[in-house]
């Protein structure tokens, strides 16, 4: 069955001389950051960098249609405007011939240098390092143009410690990247290309021309009748009567094909339908080939790791380190140490869990990623019993209580779009909507983590969901100032080559630099998923292991008990 027809959707849009060079750039040019930081403070740094002037005002067509029914206020186009404009990601020169396979990047004919210390003094706690990447194409060539998506790390493998950097493209085949130095003795450099700049643009055109790359189906039932029928954000109407399913409550949009012989209201079930194939052509699979250009190491010219020293006295302060700024914490003998902020407790046994939680309501709304925290809890807290309501095991939703010290947990999906096992239709609550039905206060804490299930859509479509989400939690704010709002953002997965063009990196970061930017003047905590993963010597993996998963309860934790009334061993 063909799924290209959409309506709605429109058309979008020596090395050593090299560093000196860099150095010592006085002309403007155009950085952007590949924001494994909250983009404002990565903004702060950019700005405040001898290596770059001012950033050019960019206007970006929409690239689909709005749900007809819910159109945003002029606000909000505003707003979303320049939040997509803030992430624009550098594209190849306007009217450059697509390359061949050898003319795109090549991580093995690529090298990164670190440049030397100020005044040749060596490194020191509180400096900062910095590594320049020249990458070369296939044939060996220097890449003339930016768009890479690298990721950096700095790592010690005697001590357990890491730290993610920060990128910046220079749009000309030079990137450099920066580290804070938070401990003593050796730091290994490591960077990754993980998609060549040709790759994200396949990826680009995916996002906004083939949201349908993943489809789903609904199950109508009237008695002994049934019918399936495909459904998504997004249907050409030319291939049927729909059912318009969007929510009256948040304006999420969801459509179905209308059965045959059902109405619209016999809806019983919801379930992924699957993925959509041969996507790309011949020529374009070639830049996902694993081990060869995705998720790739780049070598070093000559050493990768340093040494450093002890910090000095009147060494740079948190406060104006713009790298530091950017950096929400590191790890340290396999534990998560976060910069600033709450103080992150140790929450190594049941007893200081329930502590914490006694007389707590906590409810979780979100992803699979999210319903591991609700799994960890529960294994690690033999008092909390989990409540039969004999939901399928994956999707929920589910509920657990410690009736000795008052503690309910609970875990709901968010609505559409969910790639999942059939579910009731009945149990598809939206998140906003399930905000409004909490009274909230400081008994109760709320934790979202929303992001791996829209990356296949416009990001205007995510961008949509978060504000309703938004709203609810200023909402519930509003009349329950004392409720503990934390979020969870987007991680790195495992390398997956099919599995590129439905989750990846790039469209995981893109929604997670969004994630921030929407809630950025909301009374919200956040668990920084992301640093805490790419910072960890353990594989990235979609769905992190337990080791990563503690330290992000942990965190969730701190947070809950930071009014000091709810005592805990702080590390």
């Known amino acids: 069955m063909s799924r290209t027809v959409w309506k709605c959707v429109l058309s979008a849009l020596g090395l050593f001389g090299l560093i000196v060079l860099l150095r010592n750039i006085t002309t403007e040019q155009n950085w ?16 405040s960098s001898n290596l770059t002037g001012g950033l050019p005002a960019f206007t970006r067509s929409r690239s689909f249609c709005l749900h007809p029914d819910q159109p945003p206020s002029p606000e909000e186009e505003l707003e979303e405007r320049e939040l997509l404009d803030s992430i624009d990601w550098p594209q190849p020169p306007p009217g450059s011939e697509p390359p061949t396979w050898s003319q795109t990047s090549d991580p093995a004919h690529s ?3 670190i440049v030397p210390s100020k005044n040749g003094q060596g490194w020191y706690v509180g400096d900062q390092l910095e590594a320049v990447v020249r990458l070369h194409d296939f044939e060996g060539r220097p890449k003339r143009y930016g768009g890479d998506l690298l990721l950096a790390r700095l790592r010690n493998a005697k001590y357990k410690a890491g730290v993610a950097g920060q990128v910046l493209d220079h749009e000309n085949g030079l990137y450099s990247a920066r580290f804070p130095l938070l401990w003593e003795g050796s730091a290994q450099v490591g960077l990754t290309l993980v998609h060549s700049s040709e790759a994200v643009a396949v990826l680009r055109r995916m996002r906004e021309k083939r949201p349908d790359r993943v489809y789903f189906s609904s199950v109508f039932r009237r008695g002994n009748r049934s019918e399936k029928t495909e459904c998504n954000v997004f249907l050409p109407r030319d291939r049927g009567p729909l059912c318009n399913l969007t929510d009256p409550r948040s304006g ?7 059965p045959k012989t059902l109405n619209c209201d016999a809806r019983y079930s919801h379930s992924m339908g699957g993925y959509a194939k041969n996507l790309i052509s011949k020529k374009e699979a070639l830049l996902f080939k694993r081990g060869k250009n995705v998720i790739v190491p780049i070598r070093a010219s000559t050493t990768d790791t340093i040494n450093v020293l002890p910090a000095r006295t009147g060494s740079s302060s948190r406060q104006t380190d713009p790298v530091m700024l950017a950096t929400s914490g590191y790890y340290y003998q396999d534990s998560w140490r976060p910069l600033g902020g709450v103080p992150m407790g140790r929450f190594d046994g049941a007893s200081a869990i329930t502590r914490c939680l006694t007389g707590m309501l906590v409810y979780m709304y979100g992803d699979s990623t999210l319903r591991q925290w609700f799994e960890y809890l529960l294994s690690v807290l033999p008092d909390v019993k989990k409540v039969n309501l004999e ?43 399930e905000l409004d039905g909490l009274t909230g206060g400081p008994n109760t804490a709320v934790v979202l983590g929303i992001w791996a299930h829209f990356g296949t859509f416009p990001l205007e479509v995510y961008v949509q969901r978060l504000r309703h989400i938004r709203k609810a939690v200023l ?46 003047h909301v009374n919200v905590m956040w668990v920084d998923a992301w640093q805490m993963c790419l910072a960890h010597r353990l594989p990235h993996n979609l769905h992190p292991p337990r080791a990563i998963v503690k330290d992000m309860v942990d965190m969730m934790l701190s947070y809950v008990c930071r009014n000091g009334t709810r005592n805990y061993p702080y590390s």
């Not at 939703?397 to 008052?406: G, I, K, L, Q, R």
């Not at 779009?417 to 906003?432: C, D, F, G, N, T």
Request: aromatic content about 10%; proline content about 10%.
């Open 111 to 113: 090298l990164f240098t």
């Open 391 to 433: 939901n399928p095991k994956k999707s929920g939703p589910f509920m657990a209580v410690d009736s000795v010290h008052n503690i309910l947990l609970e875990y709901r999906f968010h609505g559409p779009p969910i790639r999942i096992q059939p579910v009731m239709v009945s149990e598809l609550r939206y998140i906003a909507n």
């Open 252 to 258: 999420a949009p969801w459509y179905c094909y209308k």
């Open 32 to 47: 952007r950051n590949h924001i494994l930081a909250p983009p404002s403070e990565v903004q702060n740094w950019i700005q």
């Open 475 to 520: 909402r519930l704010l509003d009349r329950a100032p004392g409720t503990a709002v934390v979020i969870r953002t987007a991680n790195p997965q495992e390398p997956r080559r099919a599995g590129s063009l439905y989750n990846n990196e790039w469209l995981m970061l893109q929604q997670d630099a969004v994630l921030r930017r929407m809630f950025k």
